[in-house]
């Protein structure tokens, strides 16, 4: 069949135009492929940026954020291990330390006070070494005991507190060491006073039993003027100081006696305006002929304050409540500790001796103890803490060791009733009739003489009960009775070379009575 010209031409044409449209689509192609490609993201890069020890140490915030303390300290010790020039290695050492604190026990504890007292001796100028300071205090705070049990670690918790009060004044965290310090101290203070109160029970029978309780009494008069129960020491001790008085037959010995009882009875009056003891302390002084002092108005606003706090925040119902989880917690209760008031900033002096408080012309307590600041020169053997520290707790006057003695005693209650205590006392000693006889009689007149509102504890001992037998030797019946006569024309102070703890001259009475000896000196 033959094709028509005119289909052919079109059939041409047809061809033409899609070969035109094939050739436009691949320059179209060609034009797309020829353009610049995108830059790439810059994200890779900055991901490639971040420093191996802020990884190592977001890890272990993260892990001691959410209680992995294992996890964290294992982050924290690669980082400082590894990386010794990062700026992380002080934040990762403090991180460790917390690791410890945060997991707690004993051990941990142990180990999280000597991170932080590492990191103060390495880091003592960064701003994170006040709060490590504190860590340290708080570390022997969290394990402190109770009053009557072990003491050592309250005694380092003051004496860290007070080293953080001395190096670190304008911190932030002043009032809570303030706070702390104040609970600290009324535990120490509590254990010296239920030792001295012991003691002075114990004297009514046991006339040597008073220059312990002498020595205790002084050391809660002088230290803790804030403790709960620091009016109630101040009357124990001016009422020990009036009864030898009485029994002194020597008119300066007696003027002294005389001295130490009046100043115990101003700071009752001048410091605890509201105490129950000031209506017992203005009839002595009254007794003495002496003139009571007016109250300070700062002591008597912070008594106030005290008073006012106590009965908002110490009822009954809470007590009775919190009695039984009391006896269970190994933790002391620091709910009497003072809420105002500047703690004692001054390290315990160990220059007072029960062998001593009692003897003619002892001193009495110093009731203006202040802190100072050390000599250049201080030493190593600092009292305050054992890493480099450049401030000290020095007392004004004195010696002082590098921490208060330990001695453990048990306490044992006092005895049930005086009259049974008195069916029991052994007699004390007298070198003759005639003394025993004026005891007698100048007891019975201070008893008199005393003020009804007095408590049992401040009754007048019996005949047998007298300070002479304190400041003088303890000897046996024995020696006493051999030496009757030597021992009236012996001079009242003995050399300091004496023997102070003959056990076989302090304790053969007391064997013989088939007691046991309580006595820590």
Same mark, same amino acid.
């Given at each position: ?414 005895? !049930? +009733?005086? @009259?049974?205590? #008195? *069916?029991? =006392?052994?007699?004390? $000693?007298? /070198?003759?009739?005639? &003394? ?10 201070? !008893? +008199?003489? @005393?003020?009804? #509102? *007095?408590? =049992?504890?401040?009754? $007048?001992? /019996?005949?047998?009960? &007298? ?10 019946? !024995? +020696?006493? @009775?051999?030496?009757? *006569?030597?021992?009236?024309?012996? $001079? ?30």
């Amino acid at each position: 069949m033959k094709k028509s010209p005119l289909l052919i031409a079109g059939l041409v044409v047809a061809l033409g135009c899609s070969l035109s449209t094939v050739s436009y689509a691949q320059k179209k192609v060609k034009v797309i492929k020829a353009a610049p490609a995108a830059p790439p993201a810059k994200t890779a890069p900055a991901a490639e940026s971040v420093e191996p020890d802020k990884v190592l140490y977001d890890k272990a915030l993260d892990f001691l954020k959410h209680g992995h303390y294992t996890e964290a300290r294992l982050n924290f010790q690669t980082l400082i291990n590894t990386y010794p020039d990062s700026e992380y290695l002080a934040k990762a050492k403090l991180g460790t330390a917390d690791s410890f604190y945060k997991e707690g026990g004993t051990s941990s504890m142990v180990q999280a006070i000597a991170e932080y007292k590492d990191f103060i001796t390495f880091f003592p100028f960064l701003d994170e070494a006040p709060y490590a300071q504190m860590q340290v205090a708080m570390g022997h705070y969290r394990m402190m005991e109770k009053s009557d049990r072990d003491n050592s670690q309250a005694q380092q918790a003051e004496q860290e507190f007070q080293t953080f009060l001395l190096k670190y004044p304008q911190s932030p965290l002043t009032p809570k060491a303030e706070q702390y310090l104040r609970d600290v101290q009324e535990v120490l203070a509590d254990g010296e006073f239920r030792i001295g109160r012991y003691y002075y029970l114990r004297a009514r029978q046991y006339p040597v039993a008073y220059s312990a309780a002498t020595a205790r009494l002084m050391e809660v008069s002088e230290r803790y003027p804030l403790y709960s129960q620091a009016d109630q020491a101040l009357w124990m001790l001016g009422d020990i100081y009036m009864r030898a008085k009485q029994f002194s037959k020597d008119e300066d010995d007696r003027n002294h006696w005389a001295d130490l009882a009046e100043g115990c009875y101003d700071q009752i009056l001048k410091n605890y305006p509201h105490s129950r003891w000031v209506s017992g302390a203005t009839s002595q002084l009254t007794s003495m002929g002496m003139t009571a002092p007016p109250p300070d108005p700062a002591a008597a606003q912070r008594m106030q304050e005290e008073q006012l706090y106590a009965k908002t925040h110490h009822s009954l119902r809470a007590s009775l409540l919190n009695f039984p989880m009391a006896m269970v917690k190994s933790n002391p209760d620091v709910s009497l500790a003072a809420r105002s008031g500047m703690p004692t900033l001054t390290p315990p002096d160990n220059v007072v001796s029960a062998t001593d408080v009692l003897k003619k012309g002892a001193a009495g307590p110093n009731f203006t103890v202040t802190a100072s600041l050390p000599p250049a020169d201080a030493g190593a053997d600092s009292s305050v803490s054992d890493s480099s520290t450049p401030v000290e707790a020095v007392p004004t006057s004195g010696t002082h060791g590098a921490s208060s003695s330990s001695i453990g005693v048990e306490i044992i209650e006092a005895p !049930a +009733s005086d @009259a049974a205590a #008195a *069916a029991n =006392a052994p007699g004390a $000693p007298a /070198s003759d009739t005639s &003394s025993a006889t004026a005891s007698t009689t100048t007891t019975t007149t201070a !008893a +008199s003489a @005393a003020p009804e #509102a *007095a408590p =049992a504890v401040a009754d $007048p001992p /019996s005949s047998s009960a &007298s300070p002479s037998g304190v400041s003088g030797s303890s000897g046996d019946s !024995a +020696s006493q @009775a051999s030496q009757g *006569a030597a021992g009236a024309t012996q $001079p009242a102070a003995q050399p300091q070379t004496a023997a102070k703890n003959d056990s076989s001259t302090e304790s053969t009475s007391k064997k013989k009575k088939g007691l046991k000896k309580i006595m820590p000196f």
